[in-house]
């Protein structure tokens, strides 16, 4: 007989996001429905849900239970990094100190991180490349390995003093999903009794923003138009995603580790689902979006009737939102949980994007509330039993939350009170 495998719980959240920072300031942004999405000047100007003056060193000071070796390491390891790695280490010691492992004496070799994200550094390779090709013989030699993605699993490793597993897992803008389906995995193996799992900080060049916006999936730069008007997920009138800045860490561990440590239990990931629809192309799949879902929800042992709500992907595209309203209407039939999309309030944080949704579905399931939806005024499904332009005060027990990435990436996660 098999034995029944241990639960999976999150004890510690952080956020960094356009619409708040830190956990305290999120659910305020959630809560009220705030919108990050500014219009920047620039040659040319640009649209987004971005963080230019985001400083780590002020955040810190907003920890007060932050240990003084933790913040010498970070302002030490912090002082050449690119930004993504400043952005996403601060929302990992917010959810370190959440979870309170800064008062616990555990195995640092039973504790390991997991960075959800590929090709992090754009902006700061863009930046590199240039003042190379003026100044070759000035390269810091510290480019060959700020240059990785695994710099971000390093330096969170050493500014918190992590010694186990610790790896970066890549699903374009499923990677945060991907990044906890890894974690989850690996602690059910016995490898690790706690993972800091990690959505990294999206650093786009404009090289990428002009190829997403050539490509169709990123909504035109209209600086006449207000911004917070431009991202409208699930509405007739979308024109695509506009991008977004920010990070969330997700403190996952064995309920085992969790009681032993007294720590507070924020929900449990009772769930979880990654497959391929066998496409290199961008293009959304009814069939492997409905597979996702359906295996999570078997994953938690749970019925379409029992989900309470579901945090969409909600990409802004025509084509990706019809697909996710048809996967959804053939999962959940006529039994419509409720549905909002947070992309609408954060912007796209492309390879974050996942954790920083599970960690506002974490919130509102312990708050008893519902963030709104905006711009929704056409709805491509008016099936869809989508949250208004106010936040919802309900009591949520179970949760689901999706997401998509190019080339062929779905992935769903079942949360339960």
């Not at 429905?33 to 400083?55: D, V």
């Not at 923003?209 to 207000?226: E, K, M, N, S, W």
Request: net charge negative; glycine share 10%.
């Amino acid at each position: 007989m098999t034995p029944e495998r241990d639960l999976i719980v999150i004890t510690g959240l952080g956020v960094i996001s356009a619409i708040g920072e830190g956990v305290d300031a999120f659910t305020t942004g959630l809560r009220q429905g705030t919108c990050g999405i500014r219009h920047f000047a620039g040659s040319p100007p640009y649209t987004g849900a971005f963080l230019p003056e985001f400083s780590s060193l002020e955040f810190l000071k907003t920890l007060p239970e932050c240990p003084e070796e933790v913040k010498r390491q970070a302002q030490r390891i912090l002082r050449q990094a690119p930004e993504s790695v400043h952005i996403t280490s601060m929302a990992a010691v917010e959810a370190w100190l959440s979870a309170g492992w800064h008062r616990t004496s555990g195995d640092a070799e039973r504790i390991g991180i997991v960075v959800g994200g590929n090709n992090i550094s754009q902006r700061y390779l863009s930046a590199a490349w240039r003042k190379f090709q003026d100044q070759p013989d000035f390269l810091s030699p510290r480019h060959a390995f700020l240059a990785l993605d695994t710099n971000l699993v390093s330096s969170i490793s050493e500014i918190l003093g992590i010694q186990g597993c610790g790896l970066t897992a890549g699903g374009a803008s499923a990677s945060g999903n991907v990044a906890l389906w890894n974690a989850k995995h690996l602690l059910e193996s016995g490898v690790a009794d706690c993972i800091l799992v990690c959505g990294a900080s999206p650093e786009l060049s404009r090289l990428e923003l002009q190829a997403f916006r050539l490509l169709g999936a990123a909504a035109p730069v209209t600086p006449d138009i207000p911004p917070e008007t431009l991202y409208r997920p699930f509405d007739c009138t979308s024109q695509g995603f506009v991008p977004g800045e920010g990070s969330a860490c997700i403190v996952l561990e064995t309920a085992s580790s969790a009681r032993h440590r007294g720590a507070q239990v924020w929900a449990t990931l009772a769930g979880d689902s990654l497959v391929l629809h066998a496409s290199h192309l961008p293009q959304a799949n009814t069939r492997g979006e409905v597979r996702a879902m359906q295996l999570a929800l078997a994953d938690a042992k749970l019925g379409p009737d029992q989900i309470d709500y579901v945090n969409a992907h909600g990409s802004g595209s025509s084509q990706g939102d019809a697909c996710e309203c048809e996967a959804l209407s053939e999962v959940f039939g006529k039994v419509q949980p409720w549905l909002n999309a947070t992309k609408s309030l954060t912007g796209h944080c492309l390879s974050a994007s996942g954790l920083i949704e599970v960690a506002a579905c974490a919130i509102q399931m312990r708050q008893g509330f519902l963030h709104p939806n905006r711009n929704l005024c056409l709805p491509t499904n008016p099936g869809i039993r989508f949250t208004g332009y106010e936040s919802l005060q309900i009591p949520i027990q179970n949760v689901l939350s999706n997401s998509f990435g190019f080339g062929g990436f779905n992935s769903s996660i079942v949360l339960r009170c």
